[in-house]
Structures are given as C-alpha cells and as structure tokens.
C-alpha cells in the first residue's frame, strides 16, 4: 500500500480525529490545525479553548473547500 492510498484509508476508516491525528495525517503543524478550528473555518469539538476531536467530515468538507480555493 502507498502512502497515499495508507492517509487516504486512514482518512475514511476514522470517524473522528485529534488535532495531532489530524496533523501528523495530513503532515500540518498542531497548531494550524488548532488555529482553522478557532477561526471556524474547520470544525471541531471544543471544551473551553480545548479542541477535544474533529469529525471526518469536517476534514472532507474542509479539505475540499482548500482545494476549490487553490485553483
């Protein structure tokens, strides 16, 4: 399996992810991951300023609107 093919399974197996899973996944820092979550543009469950996990679709949704931004 490719790496690709590896981030792409993990991607769709996973229903929720940390800011850490969610960094080390898509090779993004924490705290730009932390960062999209407080400014709204990525959501995530929040306790207080503690980003406890982000759901799946919220990365699909996000990554797909980053990518129709890019082009």
Known sequence: ???HENWAARLMH???????EL????????????QEVHKGELDGLKIGN??????RDSVLAWLKRREEASE
């Open 14 to 20: 996973q229903e929720t992810f940390t800011p850490a």
């Open 1 to 3: 399996m490719t790496a």
């Open 23 to 34: 960094a080390e996944l898509l090779n993004m820092s924490e705290a730009f991951i932390a």
């Open 50 to 55: 503690d980003i406890v996990d982000i759901p």
